[in-house]
């Protein structure tokens, strides 16, 4: 059982910036970001490989980097350049390798708003 703990989020403007990062407490294979808004669905915001091949979401490319620290078992979302649309709570995944089992973090709430 891995247990993801995410911190960071909150309250950031349009146009600023804010960052999260998810600590897992054993070793996993691709972590990614994912997002839910009030009334949809959730998507995937980014993900990374061990070997930091990433993926982004059309409505983020340019704006957040996805990255990890294999060593600590870390990964991280800076998102730059908010938009009011981005508020959402954000869930960190992480992909067990052997078993290719999901793991879910607790959620941090993320609100742009002037």
């Known amino acids: 059982q891995v247990q993801l703990v995410e911190s960071g989020g909150g309250l950031g403007q349009p146009g600023g910036s804010l960052s999260l990062s998810c600590a897992a407490s054993?070793?996993?294979?691709?972590m990614a970001w994912y997002r839910q808004a009030p009334g949809k669905q959730r998507e995937l915001v980014a993900s990374?490989?061990?070997?930091?091949?990433?993926n982004y979401a059309d409505s983020v490319k340019g704006r957040f980097t996805i990255s990890r620290d294999n060593a600590k078992n870390t990964v991280y979302l800076q998102m730059n350049s908010l938009k009011p649309e981005d508020t959402a709570v954000y869930y960190c995944?992480?992909?067990?390798?052997?078993?290719?089992?999901?793991?879910w973090g607790q959620g941090t709430q993320v609100t742009v708003s002037s």
């Open positions: 054993g070793r996993l294979g691709t």
């Open positions: 995944n992480g992909r067990e390798i052997s078993t290719v089992r999901d793991y």
């Open positions: 990374i490989t061990r070997g930091a091949n990433t």
